[in-house]
């Protein structure tokens, strides 16, 4: 046989040669489709900019989505699973003990590029030079900082011990569950499934974010090659809008319907592969009648043209409330301050696209392999799409390769359902990453007014804030963004004088909804604005401004909460930070500091219930079983230490199972809130356990419930969230470079369950920060399209642009709390923007208003570079055993 002819290509892969079809697009594709090599994870093929696909080929590491099969012939290809075991074994303890991932589906490309440098380099690889060799990678959970611990360990051979042997309960920097698995890659998500008989859908999406379909032609699809079905909005049994809070969002829009933004699907093609089912959804022929677009969020208001199909005004949602009388105390205010604020929208980026598998049951139902953050929602939105039972549908929890919120709403759950069902078949639909930005919600850019004003020593005294959201077409989770944004207004300080008022616009840009930060980050971008420009008016440093404002227990914050003794880690986390604070004034550095909190959970009146099951089996082992989506922040771990702690059992009986055979109450895992709530749950579950005897093969229930909350402006003092994070950061900028030299992060988690994790969210978190704060944007263009279709463009910042992060875990128990726990998944990153801005004003007297600031840089350069997989391969084809 010749390596290559008309059919197939012959290659030697893991040490054994193999033939596969020639008609593969690139080498990632006859891996993981016709070989069944998972630990290459395709993240963005074939575009090349994410890494997580690296293979090494004739002992170079290679990104294989953009390596042609042809060439491959003859060639010799070792993945994570060519290694020899003991090679894997020390990546694998090496990436668990040192925390060194999250979500783990970029840590396999990490792995084989870390193996060509250290053995060519071993102990002598510095992290510096190791950094610059990940250019060619993304990692949007951990910020680098621990994979490179994990990298310097395994050059410089040092033993991975852990705190397992003396204590592994709550407290503990045990290792992550899971974690030498998902190093390895040998944990799969949703696309690494494989079932017999498995057909692959594909999506055709909308010409035009705003138009009437006037019809829709699908012959051309549906003879092409391995088509086995065409499927539109007619094909559609039970209701045609699913939606979390509103059912408003179309899963395809009809002949004679409407389009509302770029991600609108019109169609989806079902072949026998990924590739049949791609080119022939680019054969659906659409007639439209275009309109013109509705794309300005504060035009959009007053105008007489409603921006989407099916609804009735432009206005999704306002929120407000005030106390005091806000125009006489700025009137009487000796300092006052009227600033407009600009945020951008932003892509989660998270490594991992989004994919469903559908399989039909035997009982004539459908089970659904999901990586959502809400498995009952789809659950309930996809049997509404049927029109049939909830019964009738089974959603099981596959963890994600990262979510930060953009996995709450489905996106082609419902579709890969539909086709399964009606087909009586298993179908699997993978975005590709341009279908992902197109169709999931971003985070919301808003624009905020603010009045604010203080005495003569700096305390404030009135603020008056208007709030205008672009929250895109649908409804999503927009309009509770905006209501914390307005809840949020203040930052964590005090003031008699409130008055807010945030508005979430319907337009047909980019649907936005839940991010990391959820509109508090927004929010307090611009109140940390304020209390510079106040502080500098006054006369005294920012971090003193802060001080004498921070709000304290028993003080009213926002919308009229009296603050409990959980508060005082506000104050805390800044006074963690003054020494440091002060060194860096004296050495001359430009410095900046933010201040922010963040609820934990839902609040707003919300009755938050949860369960989790503990169950003893006669194998030995403790099963604890919970609902929450594991995307990378590490709920199985929690889970897992809290059943040590309360039981005083080994770890290594523990297993940690996400149950979908029952409804457990969580709903989204969202709101920093898995932690709180599955804890609560956790512990609960292990006293009944024990106050009954542990008995084997008995399912013990435990709850956790946060009742209490109100909605704004329901009672004069509401309690409107039961919890809040706290966090302090301060941002030392070299002054004439304006090049970050260092973050320095202080959070107030409320009790560490795991110190090892809480550090790596909140390195996440700050790399995060630092990327929203300069260089980080997904704009869209006069259509309402994205400007952007590849991961190259978004400004997120490389590990060789990343300072040093140093993390500072603060500890204020929480009143009512389990283990006075308060979360820190979103915390992270609401003061970085702030603190950067005040850092790049010290530098250089300029006060910055909208973001991206797109001046200065992290980690010594003036801005990313936006290097990618594609653009350091030339440097990275060098890289030998």
Request: proline fraction near 4%; glycine fraction near 12%; charged fraction near 20%.
């Given at each position: 046989?010749?390596?290559?002819?008309?059919?197939?290509?012959v290659?030697?892969?893991?040490?054994?040669?193999?033939a596969?079809?020639?008609?593969?697009?690139?080498?990632?594709s006859a891996?993981?489709?016709?070989?069944g090599?998972?630990?290459?994870?395709?993240?963005?093929?074939?575009?090349?900019?994410?890494?997580?696909?690296?293979?090494?080929?004739?002992?170079?590491?290679?990104?294989?989505?953009?390596?042609?099969?042809?060439?491959?012939?003859?060639?010799?290809?070792?993945?994570?699973?060519?290694?020899?075991?003991?090679?894997?074994?020390?990546?694998?303890?090496?990436?668990?003990?040192?925390?060194?991932?999250q979500?783990?589906?970029c840590?396999?490309?990490?792995?084989?590029?870390?193996?060509?440098?250290?053995?060519?380099?071993?102990?002598?690889?510095?992290?510096?030079?190791?950094?610059?060799?990940?250019?060619?990678?993304?990692c949007?959970?951990?910020?680098?900082?621990?994979?490179?611990?994990?990298?310097?360990?395994?050059?410089?051979?040092?033993?991975?011990?852990?705190?397992?042997?003396?204590?592994?309960?709550?407290?503990?920097?045990?290792?992550?569950?899971?974690?030498?698995?998902?190093?390895?890659?040998?944990?799969?998500?949703?696309?690494?499934?494989?079932?017999?008989g498995?057909?692959?859908?594909?999506?055709?999406?909308?010409?035009?974010?705003?138009?009437?379909?006037?019809?829709?032609?699908?012959?051309?699809?549906?003879?092409?090659?391995?088509?086995?079905?065409?499927?539109?909005?007619?094909?559609?049994?039970?209701e045609?809008?699913?939606?979390?809070?509103?059912?408003?969002?179309p899963?395809?829009?009809?002949?004679?319907?409407?389009?509302?933004?770029?991600?609108?699907v019109?169609?989806?093609v079902?072949?026998?592969?990924?590739?049949?089912?791609?080119?022939?959804?680019?054969?659906?022929?659409?007639?439209?009648?275009?309109?013109?677009?509705?794309?300005?969020?504060?035009?959009?208001?007053?105008?007489?043209?409603?921006?989407?199909?099916?609804?009735?005004?432009?206005?999704l949602?306002?929120?407000?409330?005030?106390?005091?009388?806000?125009?006489?105390?700025?009137?009487?205010?000796?300092?006052?301050?009227?600033?407009?604020?600009?945020?951008?929208?932003?892509?989660?980026?998270?490594?991992?696209?989004?994919?469903t598998?559908?399989?039909?049951?035997?009982?004539?139902?459908?089970?659904?392999?999901?990586?959502?953050?809400?498995?009952?929602?789809?659950?309930?939105?996809?049997?509404?799409?049927?029109?049939?039972?909830?019964?009738?549908?089974s959603?099981?929890?596959?963890?994600?390769?990262?979510?930060?919120?953009?996995?709450?709403?489905?996106?082609?759950?419902?579709?890969?359902?539909?086709?399964?069902?009606?087909?009586?078949?298993?179908?699997?639909?993978?975005f590709?990453?341009?279908?992902?930005?197109?169709?999931?919600?971003?985070?919301?850019?808003?624009?905020?007014?603010?009045?604010?004003?203080?005495?003569?020593?700096?305390?404030?005294?009135?603020?008056?804030?208007?709030?205008?959201?672009?929250?895109?077409?649908?409804?999503?989770v927009?309009?509770?963004?905006?209501?914390?944004?307005a809840?949020?207004?203040?930052?964590?300080?005090?003031?008699?004088?409130?008055?807010?008022?945030?508005?979430?616009?319907?337009?047909?840009?980019?649907?936005?909804?839940?991010?990391?930060?959820?509109?508090?980050?927004?929010?307090?971008?611009a109140?940390?604005?304020?209390?510079?420009?106040?502080?500098?008016?006054?006369?005294?440093?920012?971090?003193?401004?802060?001080?004498?404002?921070?709000?304290?227990?028993?003080?009213?914050?926002?919308?009229g909460?009296?603050?409990?003794?959980?508060?005082?880690?506000?104050?805390?986390?800044l006074?963690?930070?003054?020494?440091?604070?002060?060194?860096?004034?004296?050495?001359?550095?430009?410095?900046?500091?933010?201040l922010?909190?963040?609820?934990?959970?839902?609040?707003?009146?919300?009755?938050?219930?949860?369960?989790?099951?503990?169950?003893?089996?006669?194998?030995?082992?403790?099963e604890?079983?919970?609902?929450?989506?594991?995307?990378?922040?590490?709920?199985?771990?929690?889970?897992?230490?809290?059943?040590?702690?309360?039981?005083?059992?080994?770890?290594?009986?523990?297993?940690?199972?996400?149950?979908?055979?029952?409804?457990?109450?969580?709903?989204?895992?969202?709101?920093?809130?898995?932690?709180?709530?599955?804890?609560?749950a956790?512990?609960?579950?292990?006293?009944?356990?024990?106050?009954?005897?542990?008995?084997?093969?008995?399912?013990?229930?435990?709850?956790?419930r946060?009742?209490?909350?109100?909605?704004?402006?329901?009672?004069?003092?509401?309690?409107?969230?039961?919890?809040?994070?706290?966090?302090?950061?301060?941002?030392?900028?070299?002054?004439?470079?304006?090049?970050?030299?260092?973050?320095?992060?202080?959070?107030?988690?409320?009790?560490?369950?795991?110190?090892?994790?809480?550090?790596?969210?909140?390195?996440?978190?700050?790399?995060?920060?630092?990327?929203?704060?300069?260089?980080?944007?997904?704009?869209?263009?006069?259509?309402?399209?994205?400007?952007l279709?590849?991961?190259?463009?978004?400004?997120?910042?490389?590990a060789?642009?990343?300072?040093?992060?140093?993390?500072?875990?603060?500890?204020?128990?929480?009143?009512?709390?389990?283990?006075?726990?308060?979360?820190?998944?979103?915390?992270?990153?609401?003061?970085?923007?702030?603190?950067?801005?005040?850092?790049?004003?010290d530098?250089?007297?300029?006060?910055?208003?909208?973001?991206?600031?797109?001046?200065?840089?992290?980690?010594g350069?003036?801005?990313?570079?936006?290097e990618?997989?594609?653009?350091?391969?030339?440097?990275?084809?060098?890289?030998?055993?």
């Amino acid at each position: 046989m010749t390596l290559v002819d008309q059919d197939v290509v012959v290659l030697t892969v893991n040490g054994e040669e193999v033939a596969v079809r020639a008609d593969h697009p690139h080498l990632l594709s006859a891996l993981r489709e016709e070989l069944g090599i998972t630990s290459a994870k395709d993240g963005c093929s074939p575009s090349g900019q994410c890494g997580c696909c690296t293979v090494m080929i004739d002992g170079k590491v290679q990104v294989s989505c953009q390596y042609p099969l042809a060439k491959a012939a003859g060639r010799t290809v070792v993945t994570l699973e060519g290694l020899p075991a003991e090679e894997r074994g020390r990546y694998a303890e090496a990436f668990a003990a040192c925390g060194g991932l999250q979500c783990g589906f970029c840590i396999p490309g990490i792995v084989m590029r870390a193996k060509a440098q250290v053995d060519k380099k071993g102990a002598a690889l510095t992290r510096e030079d190791m950094s610059r060799h990940l250019g060619a990678h993304l990692c949007r959970c951990t910020g680098y900082v621990k994979i490179l611990d994990a990298i310097d360990a395994v050059a410089k051979g040092t033993p991975q011990a852990t705190e397992a042997a003396l204590h592994a309960g709550v407290g503990a920097r045990l290792p992550k569950y899971e974690a030498q698995t998902l190093a390895l890659g040998d944990r799969g998500y949703v696309d690494d499934l494989r079932v017999p008989g498995m057909l692959h859908a594909a999506i055709r999406l909308t010409d035009h974010a705003r138009a009437e379909v006037l019809r829709i032609d699908t012959s051309a699809a549906a003879a092409a090659p391995g088509v086995v079905a065409v499927f539109t909005a007619a094909d559609v049994p039970g209701e045609l809008r699913v939606g979390i809070i509103e059912r408003d969002w179309p899963v395809l829009v009809p002949e004679g319907g409407r389009t509302s933004y770029a991600g609108d699907v019109l169609a989806v093609v079902v072949a026998d592969s990924r590739l049949c089912a791609r080119a022939a959804a680019s054969l659906v022929e659409v007639e439209y009648h275009q309109l013109e677009p509705v794309t300005d969020p504060r035009a959009a208001i007053t105008s007489q043209e409603v921006a989407v199909w099916g609804t009735d005004s432009n206005v999704l949602s306002r929120s407000a409330y005030a106390r005091g009388d806000v125009d006489t105390a700025l009137a009487a205010s000796a300092h006052v301050v009227h600033e407009v604020f600009e945020t951008q929208r932003v892509e989660h980026a998270y490594l991992e696209p989004e994919c469903t598998l559908a399989v039909p049951r035997d009982d004539g139902g459908v089970h659904v392999y999901s990586g959502g953050q809400g498995i009952w929602d789809d659950r309930d939105q996809i049997a509404s799409v049927l029109g049939v039972s909830s019964d009738a549908v089974s959603v099981e929890l596959v963890s994600n390769g990262g979510a930060f919120g953009g996995k709450e709403d489905m996106s082609n759950q419902a579709q890969t359902a539909l086709a399964a069902w009606l087909l009586r078949r298993p179908v699997k639909c993978a975005f590709s990453r341009e279908e992902s930005f197109l169709v999931h919600p971003k985070r919301h850019p808003i624009r905020m007014e603010y009045w604010a004003g203080c005495d003569a020593d700096g305390h404030l005294t009135g603020l008056r804030a208007r709030m205008v959201g672009d929250s895109g077409a649908y409804a999503s989770v927009g309009m509770k963004v905006l209501e914390r944004a307005a809840g949020h207004a203040t930052g964590p300080y005090r003031l008699e004088a409130v008055d807010v008022e945030s508005i979430a616009v319907r337009t047909n840009n980019p649907v936005c909804g839940a991010f990391r930060g959820f509109g508090a980050n927004q929010a307090q971008f611009a109140m940390e604005g304020v209390m510079d420009r106040l502080a500098e008016k006054v006369g005294i440093s920012g971090r003193e401004m802060r001080k004498r404002n921070v709000v304290r227990p028993g003080d009213l914050w926002g919308p009229g909460q009296v603050m409990d003794e959980g508060s005082a880690g506000a104050e805390r986390c800044l006074d963690a930070l003054a020494a440091r604070y002060e060194a860096a004034r004296r050495e001359g550095k430009a410095v900046g500091i933010g201040l922010g909190l963040k609820n934990s959970g839902l609040g707003n009146g919300f009755k938050e219930v949860t369960r989790a099951v503990v169950r003893f089996c006669e194998d030995g082992t403790v099963e604890v079983r919970h609902g929450w989506t594991e995307m990378g922040q590490g709920v199985h771990t929690v889970a897992l230490q809290v059943a040590v702690e309360e039981l005083g059992v080994d770890p290594a009986r523990v297993v940690v199972l996400v149950d979908t055979s029952r409804e457990l109450g969580e709903g989204q895992t969202t709101g920093s809130r898995g932690t709180l709530m599955g804890a609560g749950a956790v512990a609960d579950a292990c006293h009944k356990a024990l106050a009954a005897g542990c008995a084997q093969g008995v399912d013990y229930v435990g709850e956790h419930r946060v009742d209490w909350t109100h909605h704004l402006g329901e009672v004069e003092h509401p309690t409107v969230h039961a919890a809040f994070g706290y966090a302090a950061q301060l941002v030392v900028m070299d002054a004439s470079t304006r090049s970050i030299e260092r973050v320095v992060a202080a959070h107030d988690v409320g009790r560490a369950v795991n110190p090892m994790l809480c550090e790596g969210q909140v390195e996440g978190s700050v790399h995060m920060g630092l990327g929203y704060a300069l260089t980080e944007e997904f704009p869209a263009d006069e259509r309402g399209f994205p400007v952007l279709s590849t991961l190259r463009g978004l400004g997120i910042l490389r590990a060789k642009d990343v300072p040093p992060i140093e993390v500072l875990l603060v500890e204020v128990p929480q009143p009512r709390s389990p283990y006075g726990i308060k979360g820190v998944g979103e915390i992270g990153l609401v003061p970085t923007a702030g603190a950067v801005a005040a850092a790049l004003h010290d530098a250089d007297g300029v006060w910055r208003t909208t973001l991206p600031m797109g001046t200065g840089g992290a980690g010594g350069s003036a801005a990313a570079d936006g290097e990618t997989a594609a653009d350091g391969q030339a440097a990275a084809d060098g890289e030998g055993a």
